[in-house]
């Protein structure tokens, strides 16, 4: 390619791209909190007629956000004891369930959608614009949100699904077994101060007594077997499910060994850091010392590499070959 | 229309505001987009790009076209956060993500377009810059060496150095 057919090239880039979302919401809460700063604003005579549109405003967004729409997908999901027709409206406090052969659409506020599948039952706690929160008493959703992290939460009888920016099938019985996975973004899953973090292409299996191991997508059935054991078997058994993990471990599976770094008894912590270590190598700056200890900063510090990684593999898969120990393209 | 908009947005209407918005939100996200060669940093600089407007727009007097002064704000605002939290570590979501790109739309060369995109992504944070204000929005080079705070010369060299960039990805 000469000179000028570069140009030329240039010359053809579109002058405008659209933003892949809508990013006016932000924008305008942003200059919301900042009206007070503006010109206009030392009008004396704005102070009357800006109250009493707020008034209007809330009076109206109270009435609006305590509900969500939603729509029926297939068959006739109930809302409370009322069967739903094509669509309807979910209050705080109601509950929408859906049977066998009935599947509902749920508009998250404005900023976006869950779809009930079949034998589900969901709840809605809290509808405002600061706080999304649906509780899954049972049944499986999918939830697709863009905002900014920590809008919507869905809780479940293990524990409480934290958006980060994202999209994720979550499953539960009654009892609090399930399973997350995360298509799209990360999603937090807490139980009390046990907390995983779950990017896309993660699967992470939950139990009453909380959250287990992300792994990714792909990882191999005795990887994934290993981890199950870690997790949720016998205490007695860890030490040897700990090592089974380690020696199963791809520089693929860091996201898992990060978190296992933290669940691990005292004397076995060194152990999986130094696999973690030979896999996935630490960023300047962080130090086995640190990590071994918990600190947060190094935790924090790998993570951000590893999640790095992992992000560039999910997003080029099929595209572009990533060295999973250092997320630079293969030529 | 639009000077309509800006004086009604001037005088604190939200709504024009936010028409304003809609109507330049494309070039500058186009601008932020290519200037920091990555889709997130690009949606928070637009974001704060719109933040800074609603700001200043009150010394907006008109002396130049509208589009020309939001564009310049818009420069200004994504290199000043440059030069004062130095260069990030690329974000997780790049433009490298096909997807991303893909978004462009109405480009009837869409392939060598993509491609050319993505190199401009891939180059060096200060040859991409200079590429980008010089060959694709029109600065010169005294005002580039303004805006990003280095010399003329220093302007040229870098400019040299992303078109040869560009061509060798795109021979490959």
Redesign the interface.
């Known amino acids: 390619m000469n000179e000028h057919e570069l140009q030329d090239a240039v010359n053809r880039l579109p002058k405008s791209i659209e933003p892949p979302r809508d990013l006016w919401p932000e924008i305008e809460a942003r200059i919301g909190t900042r009206a007070g700063s503006g010109s206009w604003q030392r009008r004396w005579y704005w102070v009357p007629l800006a109250a009493a549109a707020v008034l209007v405003f809330l009076l109206i967004a109270r009435a609006e956000r305590s509900a969500w729409d939603v729509t029926a997908l297939a068959g006739r999901p109930l809302i409370g004891t009322k069967r739903l027709a094509a669509s309807g409206r979910l209050r705080v406090g109601d509950w929408l369930q859906t049977d066998d052969s009935s599947r509902a659409l749920i508009a998250v506020g404005r900023i976006g959608q869950v779809e009930v599948r079949p034998d589900s039952r969901v709840q809605l706690v809290v509808a405002r614009t600061t706080e999304h929160r649906l509780a899954l008493a049972r049944g499986t959703i999918d939830a697709k949100v863009d905002a900014v992290p920590r809008l919507f939460f869905v809780e479940t009888p293990a524990g409480t699904a934290i958006d980060l920016g994202c999209a994720y099938t979550l499953e539960t019985d009654s009892l609090g077994k399930g399973l997350l996975h995360v298509t799209g973004g990360e999603v937090e899953f807490q139980t009390g101060s046990r907390a995983s973090r779950v990017p896309l292409g993660a699967l992470m299996q939950i139990r009453p007594t909380g959250p287990g191991t992300p792994y990714v997508d792909d990882a191999p059935a005795p990887f994934v077997r290993a981890i199950i054991a870690f997790d949720f078997e016998q205490r007695g058994t860890r030490a040897r499910a700990t090592r089974n993990v380690l020696a199963l471990a791809r520089a693929q599976d860091a996201i898992s060994l990060w978190h296992l770094l933290q669940r691990v008894d005292v004397p076995l912590r060194g152990m999986v850091y130094d696999r973690l270590a030979a896999l996935v190598p630490p960023p300047p700056g962080v130090t086995r010392r640190a990590t071994v200890a918990l600190e947060s900063r190094a935790l924090e510090g790998y993570w951000t590499k590893i999640q790095r990684i992992h992000f560039r593999i999910m997003v080029l898969r099929g595209v572009r070959e990533i060295d999973p120990r250092t997320g630079l393209a293969r030529e | 229309m639009s000077d309509d908009l800006v004086a009604r947005a001037?005088?604190?209407d939200?709504t024009a505001?936010?028409d304003l918005?809609?109507q330049h939100?494309?070039?500058v996200?186009?601008l932020c987009?290519r200037l920091t060669g990555d889709?997130r940093d690009?949606?928070e600089r637009?974001?704060d790009v719109?933040?800074r407007l609603?700001?200043k727009l009150?010394s907006f007097r008109g002396e130049s076209a509208f589009s020309s002064w939001l564009h310049r704000l818009a420069v200004n605002v994504v290199l000043n956060e440059r030069r004062t939290t130095g260069r990030r570590?690329?974000r997780?979501?790049?433009v490298?993500?096909?997807a991303?790109l893909e978004?462009?739309?109405?480009?009837?060369?869409e392939g060598?377009?993509i491609d050319?995109?993505r190199a401009i992504a891939d180059l060096p944070d200060g040859a991409r810059e200079v590429f980008v204000l010089y060959?694709?929005e029109g600065y010169g080079h005294g005002e580039i060496a303004q805006l990003v705070g280095i010399a003329e010369g220093t302007s040229k060299a870098q400019l040299f150095r992303a078109?040869r960039l560009?061509?060798e990805k795109?021979?490959r």
């Open positions: 001037q005088a604190g939200q505001f936010r918005y809609r939100a494309g070039r996200y186009a987009l889709g690009a949606e637009t974001q719109f933040v609603w700001d009150s570590e690329r997780v979501t790049p490298e993500d096909p991303a978004r462009h739309q109405g480009n009837p060369r060598l377009s050319l995109e060959d694709i078109r560009l061509r795109l021979e």
